[in-house]
T-cell receptor, first 114, second 112 residues
Framework: DAGITQSPRHKVTETGTPVTLRCHQT?????MYWYRQDPGHGLRLIHY???????DKGEVSDGYSVSRSKTEDFLLTLESATSSQTSVYFC?????????????FGQGTRLTVV | GNSVTQMEGPVTLSEEAFLTINCTYT??????LFWYVQYPGEGLQLLLK?????DKGSNKGFEATYRKETTSFHLEKGSVQVSDSAVYFC???????????FGTGTSLTVIP
């Protein structure tokens, strides 16, 4: 199994509070991704990173920010959580994006905003 | 743009039935195609892939053929088992891109 650890695995938070989710990898892969998974929508890309301090937005980036100060860590921050951000969040990594690689996924973080 | 469309679920089959999950795609570059599987409570894991037209990916009895003429990558299995119950995602990458594109997922339940 690829070395990807997401923390926390479960979190309940109140509307309006900041929340940070962490993804840690031990594979030294260049690319890291944050997805959210919701019924009827599948996986939607929030943000991704293609190197230290290099990040870009995905299709559902509003309300989220990310940071990558080290190769192994990719943080997702909800500045002010809303109920619409209740979801399961997955981190993924890949060595590169090509025919020869695959994305490896973490176990997911279930976030509930009340 | 780049996108993946897969058949709506949920799908319920009896054990030993034949499975087909349809997947079609659009891509701006030359795509590589993937099927991922998600078992309950877990993250996604790669099931199979194909990197060029007419390639067939296979794993654990599942197969999918890269059809460029129909822009499709349908997943098939001849005889499903209860342990195949999961959510299946079709996905692609393009040679000019830097991300993976996923379909919405198809939930499969196999009953004894």
């Amino acid at each position: 199994d690829a070395g990807i650890t997401q923390s926390p695995r479960h979190k309940v938070t109140e509307t309006g509070t900041p929340v940070t989710l962490r993804c840690h990898q031990t594979e030294n892969h260049r690319y890291m991704y944050w997805y959210r998974q919701d019924p009827g929508h599948g996986l939607r890309l929030i943000h991704y990173s293609y190197g230290v301090k290099d990040t870009d937005k995905g299709e559902v980036s509003d309300g989220y920010s990310v940071s990558r100060s080290k190769t192994e860590d990719f943080l997702l921050t909800l500045e002010s959580a809303t109920s619409s951000q209740t979801s399961v969040y997955f981190c993924a990594i890949s060595e590169e994006v090509s025919e020869n690689t695959e994305a490896f996924f973490g176990q997911g973080t279930r976030l509930t905003v009340v | 743009g780049n996108s993946v469309t897969q058949m709506e679920g949920p799908v319920t089959l009896s054990e030993e039935a034949f499975l087909t999950i349809n997947c079609t795609y659009t891509a701006t570059g030359y795509p590589s195609l993937f099927w991922y599987v998600q078992y309950p409570g877990e993250g996604l894991q790669l099931l199979l892939k194909a990197t060029k037209a007419d390639d067939k990916g296979s794993n654990k009895g599942f197969e999918a053929t890269y059809r460029k003429e129909t822009t499709s990558f349908h997943l098939e299995k001849g005889s499903v088992q209860v342990s195949d119950s999961a959510v299946y995602f079709c996905a692609l990458t393009v040679n000019t891109g830097n991300q993976f594109y996923f379909g919405t997922g198809t939930s499969l339940t196999v009953i004894p």
